[in-house]
DNA sequence: AATTTGCGTAACTCACAAGTTACATATACA
DNA sequence: TGTATATGTAACTTGTGAGTTACGCAAATT
C-alpha cells in the first residue's frame, strides 16, 4: 500500500484539499458528489480524501456503498496549536514594546 | 531567477522552514548562523530564507556582509485567516448543537 | 441473474521542490 | 593589497507527491 500518511501541514498545502475542505464546510458530500467539482479524475479525489482523514480533518460514514465525507476538527486543532506558538511571540512583543513605552512614559 | 515563490500553505510545509521560524521566534539571527543548526548546506539554508522572506514569515536587516533575519508576522496572519474561517464553522456548530439541546429541554 | 453505480487500489508517468557542488561578489581584516 | 568571511546564484541530480488509466469488488437496480 501507498503511504499517504503526511503531516497536517502536507495536507493543507495542496490547493485541491484545500478546496475539499471548503466544499465540506457547506455540506457533507459523498466522493463522487466532491470530485464534480474538480477537473482531475475521481481516483485522483478519492486519493485526497484518504490523506484528508489520515492527518484527521475529515471523518467518513459509508452508507451503502457510498461514503459520506464530513469535516473533523483533530486537524485544524493540530494547525491551531502551532500557530498559537507565534501568536504568543507577537503578544510578547507586544507586552515588550508596552513596557518599554512604559518606561520611557515613567523617565519623562 | 528561480521561482522560489511558494504560497504560506506550501511554506510552512517543510520541516526545516518550520525550524527555521522556531529559531528566529528565539533569536534574531545570521544565515550562516541558522544553519549551523542543519544537516544540509548553507547554500539549501539560504534558498529556505528567501522563501521565508518572499512569503512575507521573516525580514532582513543588511549589516555589512551578514543578513539578520526576524520573524514577520504577514505570512502568520493569511494562515490565521484560514484557520479563522474553520473556527467559525466549529463554532457555528457549537451553536447548533446548543439550540438542539434548548429544543429538547424545551420540549419536556 | 445481469447490469449499473460508487468506490478503492495497483502500476505507471511526470513535474517540481529540495538538495548538492562550483563559482561569483562584496565586505571585513591583516 | 591580499586574504578570509558571509552570502547569492547557476546548473545539476533526485526523491516523491500528484495525476493518470486499468482493473476489481460490493452494493444497488432492473
Redesign the interface.
Known sequence: MEQHRLDV??V??DPSR?QI?HLL?KDSRTINSLAENFDMSRPAVSKHIKVLYNAGFISIQDIGRERHCV?K?DG?KE??A??A???K??GDKLDKLGALMNDKMNKK
Chains 1, 2 share one sequence.
Do not use: M, N, T, V
Open positions: 501541514f502536507q493543507i498545502a484545500r475542505l464546510s469535516l476538527q485544524f494547525l491551531q502551532w500557530l506558538y507565534y501568536d511571540f507577537w
